[in-house]
């Protein structure tokens, strides 16, 4: 198992988060080539394209696509959104990046916005970041006071203002609408699409929404090329990324890896295999909201996106949550639909409704109340609420939900009394 | 245009028509709630999904997609009857179901399409939620948070239609409720219409709430006499009592709003004494002797003047000036009443047919009136105190004479405006159809009928006054004096 350092290469460096620091190793070199060059927005965004980036947030979708998004002829101003609200259960890869190298990310964000026309770029972060949220906030000044940032950077005629701004503890406002809703101050329930920010976005006005690690990518495609980037990792799925490790490993942490590497080796190798020797039960891939892999399908599946859809699941935003045999799935589950339904923003029905029936369900299961008529109603639910709802957040609570059920339903039914079972019902 | 087809059919609609309202030019309603044709779309309940194009997997909301070439879209496939159904178990599990002691009860979406896609029995064995109940919003309205399925249309009400925010949304997922603002008590003048809106009996009226099951009520369709607006409303009373206005959607007037200040007047119309059979010189008489007593002392007309209500009706107005034309009145005026107009929708003119009497011919009294003889006074309206100074004689057709009856030579019974039946004509000159929601009871009189009998015109119907009006005045499309049948 070869671990790569990509965007984790500065993390261990000594001051790491300084502009003098990231200079010398020539940072911010791409972004004011491409400013005084006056290179065509077009082509970077081409360049980005054929790179094979897909986003880092959870959904994959091709970066240069969304950015081929903005229209071209819109008289309205345009904007940048860097999604930094990394809330993901499961999720820790942003937060290294804002504390451990916040200028990779900066550049990053100058170049994104050069490239989709933006002049006023947002850095949207959760608030409970708190060193992340200092660590940034002096960089963007430090950036300002070298001239990276501002009106007519280095002459080159290019105006770019980059704010930060902080969300105040909701997981929904990662949700890319929500989090405009937030930026603009009003109540942040996602909006439904069409029509898509990259049309209609922050203030209403054409916005690019990219998570912290994927702009955090930017400046190596540009400085490295397009090929480059298309020959690291998975031909279909190329790049570098950071896979969060949690859960019962000896090694829990963030571990950076080209895509297309076989998840056992990752956690037999790094991370140093389950902890105390105990046997691997579960694992939950792609962050909280992924469908669950059993031990034989963890033996299987390679990390790309190719690779984990054959297994049925995604890598969402490669938060790895690795559950061994003292693990009780009733009680994982409960845990994680209790987050969901906590965090569900009660804006539509199914899943304002839907999440805490079913966190009312497992809860009477747990008490040894629970029927095994439950577990269909709990897949029926789930079925009124997947594909119903404005946004993913129902849909990323049902994954987790159904899979466990139908991959653990002996756990399910152990708790269940004889006397509720089917047979003794219908007998 | 757009062609798609819905449940089969094919229909052509405008672009940037969308689904919902593609499928009711073809005369399918698909359910919803939190879609409201007078507010921005929201697109949170989700009843209204549908199916388009095969992909079951995700479902459209009809209230906010438009129409796109080409579509097929189904409104009542087996994948939309199942989500539909499972949206209607959502909204009921942790709804209190006390429709037997809710005010909305009979007139609630909620029971309409539980009907259609609700469950006999429930799969919920759970604990209820219980939420905040019997909230004062303000003296006139109240809420109950366990009623509420949270579509934000009351919210949306004051954002969008009245541009303030004294209401919102507090908590998140299914602790969200509705609360007030921190500034306290909804003050708006049109706070009453979230009442109307609230598809549920979330949003109750503090006037109206346990006042009487709809379904005993019976309901006029007619038109707001508050002021000149005219909104349109739908009048409903119980046992010859007004209980309640609610506004009726007309999108050329009122949309789908009224002021607060029109929809509480109805109890102005809930008269308990009033004006019973004619009266000659204080003491009781026949229509007959009262007609003729009146003729008498207008005699050829000269110094005498009639002062018509802006509250009667075209119709009344006509016959009234036929009269006055044949006898030789020359000063035909009319009254006026006002009230604190806004930039809404209310009046200053307090009054529902002042356009309709000026395209008839009344003018409003001179500043410098002449001295009179002799005063007609028709329907109810005040009578400025210098017009009494020098009478002979007073004639006063009112439902109620107050005062001023002591001092009328002839007086007769007339009609309030709740009872009338005819055309008013609002300050946007729309000529509007006036139904009667109150029945006046023994010795009254139809108006048109007594100024029809003085002025000795043979019309048996009303429709028969409306032809001759239309005749006389030439009502044109520019300023008609008679409703459209639409």
Known sequence: ?427 | MIKLTIDGQEVEVEPGTTILEAARTLGTEVPHYCYHQDIGIDGNCRICLVEVNGNTDKLTISCKQPCGEGMDVKTESDAVVKARKGVMEFLLINHPLDCTICDQAGECPLQDYSYHYGSGDSRFVEQKRNKRKKVEFSDKVVFDGERCILCTRCTRFFEEVRDCRPIGVENMGGKSTITLGPNGPIEDPYQLNIVDICPVGALTSQDFRFKQRIWFMDFAETVCPGCAKGCNITAGAYQGKLLRFVPRRNPDVNKSWMCDDGRLSYDDYNITERTRGAKVAGADASFEEALAKIGELVGDGSGVAVLASTSDTCEELHAIRTWAGKVGVTHLWHGAETWEGDDFLKEEDATPNTAGAQRLGFTPVPTEAPSLRGLVVAGDCPVPPALLADLDFLVLQAPVAGELGEAAMVLLPGLTRVEKKGTWVNCLGHAQKVQPALEPGPGVREDWELWRDLAGEDWTTLKAVTRAMEAASGSSSDTPLVASES
Not at chain 1, 364 to 383: F, K, N, P, Q, T
């Open chain 1, 1 to 427: 198992m070869k671990l790569s350092n990509v965007i984790s290469a500065r993390f261990d460096k000594e001051g790491s988060t300084k502009l003098k620091g990231y200079r010398e190793d020539g940072g911010y070199e791409t972004f004011l080539k491409v400013l005084k060059e006056k290179r065509d927005p077009a082509q970077l965004i081409d360049e980005v394209k054929t790179s094979g980036l897909r986003g880092r947030g959870g959904a994959g979708f091709s970066t240069g696509m969304k950015w081929s998004f903005v229209p071209k002829d819109s008289p309205k101003p345009k904007y940048l959104c860097v999604n930094g609200d990394e809330s993901e259960p499961g999720t820790f890869k942003d937060r290294q990046i804002l504390e451990k190298d916040p200028h990779q990310l900066l550049e990053g964000v100058g170049l994104a916005s050069y490239a989709i026309g933006a002049h006023t770029a947002y850095i949207y972060l959760r608030c409970e970041f708190k060193q992340g949220i200092a660590t940034v906030q002096k960089a963007i000044r430090k950036a300002y006071e070298a001239g990276l940032f501002g009106k007519d950077i280095q002459g080159s005629g290019y105006d770019l203002d980059v704010h930060l701004t902080m969300g105040a503890g909701a997981y929904i406002c990662g949700e890319e609408t929500s989090l405009l809703n937030s930026i603009e101050g009003v109540r942040p329930y996602p909006r439904n699409k069409p029509p898509f920010p990259a049309v209609e976005g922050l203030f209403a006005c054409p916005t690019i929404v990219n998570n912290v690690e994927t702009i955090s990518n930017i400046p190596h495609i540009i400085k490295n090329g397009a090929d480059w980037h298309a020959k690291l990792g998975h031909a279909e799925d190329p790049g570098s990324r950071l896979w969060c490790v949690s859960g019962h490993v000896e090694k829990p942490g963030v571990y950076e890896a080209e895509t297309g590497f076989k998840l056992q080796d990752l956690i037999d190798g790094p991370c140093g295999g389950i902890r105390g020797g105990k046997k691997l039960k579960a694992i939950i891939p792609g962050g909280s909201s992924s469908k669950v892999l059993l031990p034989d399908e963890v033996a299987q599946v390679t990390m790309d996106t190719p690779g984990i859809r054959a297994m049925g699941s995604s890598l969402g935003s490669a938060g790895i949550i690795v559950l061994d045999e003292t693990t009780c799935m009733v009680d994982a589950v409960l845990n994680l639909m209790k987050f969901y339904a906590h965090e569900s923003c009660g804006q539509c029905t199914p899943c304002r409704e839907g999440t805490p029936w079913i966190v009312q369900i497992l809860e009477r299961i747990e008490r040894g109340e629970g029927r095994e008529v439950d577990l269909e109603l709990i897949e029926d639910l789930a079925s009124n609420i997947e594909g119903r709802t404005v946004c993913a957040l129902a849909d990323g609570a049902c994954w987790p939900l159904v899979s466990i059920v139908k991959k653990f339903r002996h756990e399910f039914l152990a708790k269940i009394p004889a006397a509720a079972r089917k047979e003794a019902v219908t007998a």
